[in-house]
Each structure stands twice: as C-alpha cells, then as structure tokens.
C-alpha cells in the first residue's frame, strides 16, 4: 500500500518561512515524478512545483524564487522549502506522486497525502 504523510505546516507572518516534507512509503523507486500542490477554500487545487530525477524540476509563476522542492532518498521524503511567504500563500498544502519517470507531459497523481494547513498572517 502507498502512503503519503505530510508534515511541517503552520501558521507563520508574512516574509517568513516554512518547509515542508512529505514521507512516501510503498513505492518501489524514489525516481517517479512528484509533486506539490495546494488548494485554498474556494479556489481549484494548483499545482505548485514537481520533480522527477529524470525530467527536473518545475513551478509555478507565483513561487518561482521563493519555493524549492527537493528529495531526500535515503528518507523517501520530498520536501518544499517555502521562503518569503505571503498571505495569498495560505492553503493546504498536499504531496502527490505518480508512476511516472517523468513529468513532461504531466502524469497522472494516484496517490496524495492527507494535506497540512499553511496560513501566513500580513
């Protein structure tokens, strides 16, 4: 079975930063594309960055410069480093991998974590 945990969310001001990390287990490769995503109440979910070992990685305009996703592979998690956070930042955050080596053209998600909160104050 896959699962996939999510961690370090939480309430932080503006300017300021959070890093969070997904934990995937049940997967026979850490090579599959993977990705962030958010959703806000109200709003369609968006993509927010992806990573594949063989295709890079991408994000979206609105984090571009200020989010980084990265992979640790001896751990299985893949986390996104979230600076200079803004109040339109405010979302739940959730990870989702495919079974995927790359992310061109985007594959499809089978499998998500439960989400964690992000909410930055002004």
């Known amino acids: 079975e896959v699962q996939l945990v999510e961690s370090g969310g939480g309430s932080v001001q503006s300017g300021g930063s959070l890093r969070l990390s997904c934990e995937v287990a049940g997967l026979s490769s850490n090579d599959y594309c993977v990705g962030w995503f958010r959703q806000s109440p109200g709003k369609e979910r968006e993509e927010v960055a992806v990573?594949?070992?063989?295709?890079?990685?991408a994000y979206a305009d609105f984090v571009k410069g200020r989010f980084a996703i990265s992979q640790d592979k001896e751990k299985h998690t893949f986390d996104l480093q979230m600076n200079s956070l803004k109040p339109e930042d405010t979302a739940m955050y959730y990870c989702a991998t495919s079974l995927s080596w790359v992310c061109n053209p985007r594959p499809k998600l089978p499998y998500w974590g439960q989400g964690t909160q992000v909410t930055v104050s002004s």
């Open positions: 990573m594949a070992r063989y295709s890079g990685t």
